[in-house]
């Protein structure tokens, strides 16, 4: 039986299938409890984005392969959609327990397929291990609502499984992403096709493992492989009813359509350009470590026990900052701390900043700096000629960079950017920095920097962006609450994870119940509506 392994993370030990993939190492599909080879013909080859080496080849499956996933997924659903409430809150709690004591290991597989620090990745695993967390609280979360309407008669609210759900994943956060979808999907009594990013599907796969190992079933949870062609399976496929899907504009807005148009519910998360705001009289030191870490990677701060904490950035980096009057005089001292980032492979000790993930994102990303000069920014700090030594002579390195004096019409500002750039925009009033952020089409996430609570409340009120931080760069809340994007930054009415994830994977049957003692002596139709 072809387990899945840590082999999966090294070029040189796999030789399990001869054929098409010449013995080098694959990833494996997850289907009905079973690691399975898949037969293809199509492998997309993954580097490791700091050294080029390769790591491993996804498939992209056969039809046969994904129609077989949906099938086991749809078999199981009529059992798991039977078991107590208990059982699945148990596998929930086992399954914390798992991802705490494998989270080096999954956030290795993390470092070496995407590229992020080991210790950004270590915060993706913890931020959706905190999603399972609360999913060990299912049974209160799944409790619906009754009320005596009147004598004899009551009605109460039943929160009811779909049936065989999809996530749909990006590279960015290849665990915390499946982690905010499949637990709470199968706690809910659903089972799961997970499709991963095929540029770093090696934390999933861990995921799936941990999965089975603590307790969840055969079929209840799979994970199947590739790019388009799986998406428009799972879009059109009939047995699966919803989809949760997070990535970009292109590919959220094409499933949305499509998945909708074929009766299905989705949730897509889309791109994001996250303004911070600077205000003068805000704590500077504070500021811009704050500023630095959510710019470039892990946002890290001391905390009170002096244990670094990380945040993972990603979808919600500060990517665009708007100095307010005479903050902007902090720019150099940004650019100082910004340079003295630690530059190189995610695994390497004290490493602030790994590649981004492929040389396409490097020439992308290089493109749009330039982009900036040409239309009349200031490069205060350019990365551009970052040069890694040794066994990274090859990754795709960026240093950081900062385009300062940036205005809204400029490409750099318009285009999400997905590398380590930092676009300044200068301006002299609150209000006019919050006109820019309302005029920009993504709703995602914000942050305003300031001690005074007057214009921090002037700032939460009137900014029309979902996630809202005063004086945190990254707002991304904790799954007591749901991840709440807005705008041009979501597609569909249910946010991920929270009270709405569950609503997203339940659909509410409300039963209305008369139980009265028998009185023959009335003898009447009711042919009319009750009042
Ligand atoms: P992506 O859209 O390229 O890929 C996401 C998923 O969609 C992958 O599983 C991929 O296989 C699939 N896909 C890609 N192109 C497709 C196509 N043409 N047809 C059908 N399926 C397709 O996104 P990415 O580059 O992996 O991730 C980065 C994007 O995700 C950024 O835009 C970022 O802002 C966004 N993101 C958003 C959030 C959020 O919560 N709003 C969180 C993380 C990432």
Redesign the pocket.
């Known amino acids: 039986k072809p387990l899945y392994s840590a082999r999966l993370f090294t070029t040189t030990t796999a030789t399990r299938r001869q054929g098409s993939t010449h013995g080098k190492h694959t990833t494996k599909l997850y289907i009905n409890g079973e690691f399975i080879e898949s037969q293809t013909d199509k492998w997309i080859e993954l580097h490791n984005p700091a050294t080029q080496q390769l790591v491993t080849l996804v498939p992209q499956p056969t039809h046969a392969e994904l129609k077989h996933a949906s099938r086991c997924a749809e078999e199981a659903f009529k059992t798991w959609r039977k078991t107590s409430i208990l059982t699945r809150q148990r596998v929930m709690l086992n399954m914390q327990f798992l991802i705490r004591d494998n989270m080096d290991k999954i956030a290795h597989a993390i470092t070496t397929e995407q590229g992020k620090t080991f210790a950004d990745a270590k915060g993706d695993v913890l931020r959706g291990l905190q999603v399972v967390e609360a999913a060990c609280g299912i049974p209160s979360l799944l409790m619906g609502e009754t009320l005596p309407v009147t004598t004899d008669m009551d009605t109460f609210t039943i929160r009811e499984p779909l049936g065989v759900v999809a996530g749909?994943?990006?590279?960015?956060?290849p665990a915390m992403?499946p982690l905010w979808i499949f637990p709470l999907a199968i706690a809910c009594g659903n089972t799961c096709v997970l499709?991963?990013?095929?540029?770093d599907p090696g934390a999933a796969m861990i995921l799936a493992k941990l999965a089975e190992e603590a307790g969840v079933p055969k079929g209840v949870m799979n994970v199947v492989h590739g790019?388009?062609d799986t998406?428009?399976f799972i879009c059109d496929e009939p047995a699966i009813k919803a989809i949760s899907f997070?990535?970009?504009?292109?590919?959220?807005k094409?499933?949305f359509a499509r998945g909708t148009a074929n009766g299905k519910r989705v949730q897509a998360?889309?791109?994001?350009k996250n303004h911070g705001v600077i205000l003068a009289d805000a704590s500077k030191n504070h500021t811009l470590n704050q500023l630095v870490g959510a710019a470039f990677g892990a946002a890290a701060y001391e905390s009170k026990d002096n244990h670094r904490r990380v945040i993972p950035s990603?979808?919600m980096a500060l990517s665009t900052v708007i100095f307010v009057g005479k903050s902007k005089e902090w720019l150099p001292e940004l650019a100082e701390r910004s340079k003295a980032l630690k530059v190189t492979g995610g695994l390497e000790e004290g490493a602030d900043l790994g590649p981004v993930i492929s040389p396409q994102a490097k020439e992308r990303v290089l493109g749009l700096i330039q982009s900036g000069v040409d239309e009349g920014a200031t490069l205060l700090l350019d990365g551009r000629g970052f040069k890694a030594t040794g066994k990274y002579e090859k990754g795709n390195f960026i240093g950081p960079t900062i385009l300062t004096g940036v205005k809204p019409n400029m490409r750099c500002y318009r285009e999400?950017i997905?590398g380590p750039v930092l676009v300044c925009l200068e301006v002299d009033t609150l209000d006019e920095a919050i006109k820019i952020i309302n005029e920009n089409p993504y709703g995602?996430g914000t942050a305003v920097f300031t001690n005074s609570g007057a214009i921090a409340r002037k700032f939460t009120e009137e900014i029309d962006v979902g996630q809202v931080g005063v004086n945190v760069p990254i707002p991304v809340p904790l799954p007591m609450f749901s991840?709440t994007?807005s705008r041009g930054?979501i597609r569909g009415d249910l946010n991920f994870y929270g009270k709405s994830g569950v609503q997203f994977f339940t659909s509410t049957k409300t039963v209305t119940q008369l139980w009265r003692h028998e009185d023959a002596t009335v003898i009447q139709a009711a042919v009319n509506m009750p009042t």
Not at 168 to 173: K, V
Not at 246 to 252: E, K, Y
Request: proline share 5%.
């Open positions: 749909i994943t990006p590279f960015n956060f992403i499709k991963p990013s095929e540029r790019s388009a998406v428009n997070v990535g970009s504009d292109h590919a959220g094409h499933i998360n889309l791109g994001a990603g979808c999400e997905f995602n991840f994007g930054s």
